[in-house]
């Protein structure tokens, strides 16, 4: 039974493909269209996940789409009316795309699937939460479960809690919009100059800089907890029929402070402000997972929904020691939908059973890879320089003596990963023992703001010396953060607060990359690297051979590995610095 989850048409579109339950493949269409959360529906992933499994679209059963649209116009709808005459511009230019398109979603998902094949498989609408929870629970290492998702919104819900066991998947409470964690946090990401769904993780990047300062002003005056851990935000303060701003004048007043433009430079308050926003989504975090504790008793907690990228507040609720593991989906925002629809039906509307697999995520690499003879053409084409290093052996070396000397390195080997998070297949790696290295990669190849922290990968059997985290506990997807004990100075990796965003590579989930750890631990003594994705600031993950050369000749980067084949920027010509390879390329 093939299954094809879809989520497209608001942000982060992607596909996922199931056969008889099991993961075949995944992929966000902005790594082929080369658009950042690129909205439009997947035709590209689709086209892949068919190609990765070897059949046409009719062979599909079902077609399974992560939400339900006409709940989601119902709330869009209520909420103008309830503001009305505010938000009217956010109105009148919302409800064109409604009308001519987003109401008529059978037809226009059914329409854009006809250019597969001329009868498409019956379609399915999941919901926002349940896709979610599906996403956690199911691709997850455990029979039972407590599972929180906690979000933006999705058709209604804001955040949801539910129980899993087996196959099934009950729901337990709901807290609905306009009471949301995940917009709570991004008025403040507006507020302080980021893009809101995408800058996120930044303004939780920059919040160790200050001081929790205004945490009680924020308690006080916008966001309300009840004692079952349910929360309720001041809409005083908040318009979230405001397409640009999110918050009205009366916030602005209360902080004092105008809005931070893109161009402005940080000071103090930004950055007390962000540290003031991130500890009361901590506190708002760790009371949600209080209570479903209480309603479920259970040991193990599943998390998804865009809040769940927060690794800090995941960090702060492993210590908390509530649970006795935690497992967050790794797409865990928007793309993870298509997977969870998928398994919801499969679960839920097939009645299927669930045979358990401790790695049901396959280490989140769900993309495509590329063969080196595909690769060794494209070089050859290019007239590029380069070595074919059939050993793995040798070529984990050499990488490693490459990193030891201070070179930066761009992996490209494998399939992509699925989700937000490089992990060793579409990665930038470095030496994080080098005190300059943070600096190098954040500025001459990210091309980033230079506060940016960069995650440590590490051997699972190391990491309990070189930071406070136990090898029996999982952290495969780099979505928590602990403290770094003074083992060794490891500079490029720890953050001004001490922590760091740990990978802990385990070789039965990602062995590739941990034989090429083991390779430097050998070398240097040291079991961890620098892991970065690969990508500059505002661009997706690489995906294909092309990208990755054209990343590569296009920045500081000293190094690049395609598979078996390196190339050392020494070695190119320098002509080959001064062309745009991707756009060169674009017919092939």
């Not at 940080?266 to 009361?280: E, I, P, R, T, Y």
């Not at 690769?375 to 793995?392: A, F, R, S, W």
Request: a neutral charge; hydrophobic letters at 40%.
């Amino acid at each position: 039974m093939y299954i094809l989850g879809l989520s497209c048409f608001y942000h982060d579109s992607s596909a996922a493909l199931l056969l008889n339950g099991v993961i075949v493949a995944a992929a966000e269409e902005e790594r082929f269209t080369r658009k950042k959360h690129d909205q439009s529906f997947p035709m590209q992933s689709i086209e892949f996940c068919l190609s990765i499994a070897g059949i046409t679209l009719d062979q599909v059963d079902a077609v399974v789409f992560y939400d339900k649209p006409l709940l989601k116009f119902d709330r869009l709808l209520e909420t103008y009316f309830a503001r009305a005459p505010f938000g009217l511009r956010s109105f009148l230019k919302a409800m064109p795309l409604w009308l001519k398109e987003k109401i008529y979603f059978k037809k226009l998902i059914r329409d854009s699937l006809k250019k597969f094949c001329i009868k498409a498989p019956p379609l399915y609408f999941s919901e926002h939460h349940l896709s979610h929870a599906a996403s956690a629970f199911y691709a997850s290492p455990y029979d039972e479960a407590a599972v929180l998702c906690i979000d933006g919104v999705g058709e209604w819900a804001t955040t949801s809690g539910w129980q899993g066991k087996g196959a099934e998947l009950k729901p337990l409470f709901e807290i609905q919009f306009p009471h949301s964690l995940g917009l709570f946090y991004s008025a403040f990401t507006g507020f302080l100059g980021f893009q809101v769904n995408s800058g996120e993780y930044k303004m939780m990047g920059l919040a160790p800089y200050g001081k929790a300062i205004y945490t009680d002003l924020i308690l006080e005056n916008l966001i309300y907890f009840n004692t079952d851990g349910s929360f309720q935000l001041n809409l005083d303060y908040f318009d979230f029929t405001n397409d640009s701003e999110m918050i009205t004048e009366k916030f602005v007043n209360l902080f004092k402070n105008p809005r931070k433009e893109e161009a402005d430079q940080f000071n103090q308050f930004h950055k007390d402000l962000a540290a003031s926003v991130q500890a009361v989504t901590e506190m708002a975090v760790l009371k949600l997972a209080r209570q479903i504790k209480f309603l479920t008793g259970l040991d193990y907690l599943t998390l998804s929904g865009g809040v769940a990228l927060n690794c800090v507040a995941n960090g702060k609720l492993k210590e908390s020691g509530l649970f006795k593991n935690i497992w967050v989906q790794p797409a865990a925002g928007d793309s993870g939908g298509a997977l969870g629809a998928a398994l919801a039906f499969y679960y839920l509307e097939k009645k299927s059973q669930r045979i358990i697999d401790p790695n049901a995520q396959h280490g989140s690499l769900l993309g495509p890879c590329f063969k080196s003879e595909h690769i060794k053409m494209l070089l050859d084409q290019m007239g590029v320089v380069y070595h074919d290093i059939i050993n793995e052996e040798v070529l984990n070396d050499l990488i490693s003596d490459e990193v030891i000397k201070g070179s930066v390195i761009g992996l490209f080997q494998g399939r992509m990963e699925f989700g937000p998070r490089a992990l060793g297949s579409r990665s930038i790696i470095g030496d994080p023992r080098i005190p300059k290295m943070q600096s190098i990669m954040n500025l001459a190849i990210k091309k980033r703001e230079s506060f940016r922290p960069f995650a440590p990968a590490i051997l699972k059997e190391e990491v309990s010396k070189y930071f406070n985290w136990d090898e029996s506990t999982p952290s495969p997807y780099m979505l928590f953060t602990t403290q770094v004990k003074i083992t060794m100075p490891l500079p490029a990796i720890t953050h001004v607060d001490g922590s760091a965003r740990i990978q802990v590579v385990d070789e039965k989930i990602h062995p590739r990359f941990h034989r090429l750890l083991k390779a430097f631990y050998k070398k240097s003594g040291c079991p961890v690297l620098i892991n970065t994705s690969f990508n500059v600031r505002g661009e997706p993950i690489v995906a294909r051979p092309l990208e990755a050369v054209n990343c590569f000749m296009t920045t500081g980067m000293d190094v690049l590995v395609m598979e078996n084949f390196l190339l050392r920027k020494e070695e190119q010509k320098p002509e080959m610095f001064n062309i745009d390879w991707v756009s060169a390329y674009a017919k092939d």
